[in-house]
């Protein structure tokens, strides 16, 4: 009676240590069921729903060290699981089968396969000096097909914390991105506003109408982006894009317009005639983050030039200015969230995070170079059209 408590009790505390650590609980099940079967190795793959390749969940028996430490698998080995895993039962391998070494070493191969939740497929294999019995590896396979669920559960639950993670940081900065974007046109709006409130009378006519359809225009384009970040938190990355086809010179032309808005600094805009179809809304706000930070840092009294040139079927916008540029400590996470420039304190290292994140949705690219004194950010801008 005390042998037999014995027993009960070391297969209690062998059930709680596999419901823990499922892939050590399925080792130490091998461990103990390779002398019932009379097999030498026995070894536990599973096989993704994708076929790609497979895993080895644990081996036991004498020969265990054979088949090698957990992990993927080979070509080689995935290939025989497959091959063993389209029965979908108890299979004695035959010359079909494609066994490679140290399955190929044994006189009597067999494998019991389980589909699991997911759709991924457990396979038991036992290879040994003789055939095993059916029953025996079917009553076998049954626990370890429960704790390959178990591991399946718990590798979905991972990806699905690592996913919620991920949405979380992606949320905040979605918010963070968009706080910062909305100053610009928040900033024209409040500079032509007290322009017109302090220098009313002194303001020609043409000058008032500018300054009112600067605000208005501004207005427009908050209560846009307003509209894109609920999509955004609606569609998530994946928010459809509004291309039309509008010319690039009346773009940067706006843009200049609106980043100058109740702000000192000088535009020079170098814009030939060029068409493309692409979402005006999203371009338009890189660029005038890439013309903020350029007004920002460009000396005093020089102009930042704004440069369209054609380019395949798309064109090149550059914003270009005469400052000192991107501390060289900087650039390999330049367009990186929170990059900023330690000598400058006055950034939040969201601007050409921004601008990347909308460029990229463009299905364009942006690039640093500085070149002769000059620093310079290209915004290469595909014809979403002919795409």
């Known amino acids: 009676m005390e042998q037999i408590a014995r027993g009960s009790d070391e297969l209690i505390a ?26 030498r190795l026995l070894g536990v793959y599973l096989l993704p729903p994708s076929a790609d ?43 079909a089968t494609p066994l490679h070494t140290p399955w190929r070493d044994y006189a009597s191969v067999a494998g019991m396969t389980s589909l699991l939740d997911d759709a991924s497929i457990c396979v038991v294999m036992a290879g040994g000096p003789k055939p095993v019995d059916e029953r025996e590896l079917r009553s076998t396979s049954a626990p370890i097909a429960l704790l390959a669920h178990l591991i399946v559960q718990e590798r979905q639950l991972g990806r699905l914390r690592n996913q919620l993670h991920d949405l979380g940081q992606e949320r905040f900065l979605l918010a963070a991105t968009v706080q910062h974007d909305l100053r610009s046109p928040l900033t024209a709006i409040s500079g032509c506003a007290k322009t017109l409130e302090t220098r009313f009378e002194q303001l020609n006519d043409d000058e008032r109408n500018y300054l009112l359809d600067c605000v208005v225009r501004q207005s427009d384009r908050l209560e846009r982006m307003i509209s894109d970040a609920f999509l955004k938190e609606s569609f998530g990355p994946d928010t459809p894009l509004r291309p039309r086809r509008v010319a690039l010179n009346e773009v940067v032309e706006r843009v200049a317009a609106a980043g100058t808005a109740g702000q000192t600094g000088e535009v020079a805009v170098e814009a030939p005639e060029i068409y493309v179809t692409t979402d005006t809304d999203r371009l338009e706000r890189a660029l005038l983050n890439l013309l903020d930070n350029a007004l920002k840092y460009a000396p005093s009294g020089s102009s930042v030039h704004l440069i369209v040139s054609p380019e395949g079927a798309g064109a090149t916008i550059t914003v270009a200015d005469s400052g000192d540029g991107v501390d060289p400590k900087v650039l390999p996470r330049l367009f990186g969230a929170y990059a900023t420039d330690p000598s400058r304190a006055d950034g939040t290292g969201l601007g050409l995070h921004s601008a990347r994140r909308l460029v990229e949705g463009l299905r364009g690219r942006i690039d640093y170079s500085r070149r002769s004194g000059w620093t310079r950010f290209s915004v290469y801008v595909p014809n979403l059209e002919e795409s």
């Open 14 to 39: 062998l059930a709680l240590r596999s419901v823990r650590v499922p892939q050590t609980g399925i080792a130490s099940l091998l461990a103990s069921f390779a002398p019932q079967l009379d097999a």
């Open 53 to 95: 390749q497979a895993e080895l969940v644990a081996a036991g028996g004498v020969d265990a060290a054979l088949a090698g430490p957990p992990g993927p698998a080979s070509v080689a080995t995935t290939a025989m699981v497959v091959h063993i895993a389209d029965t979908l039962e108890s299979v004695h391998a035959d010359p």
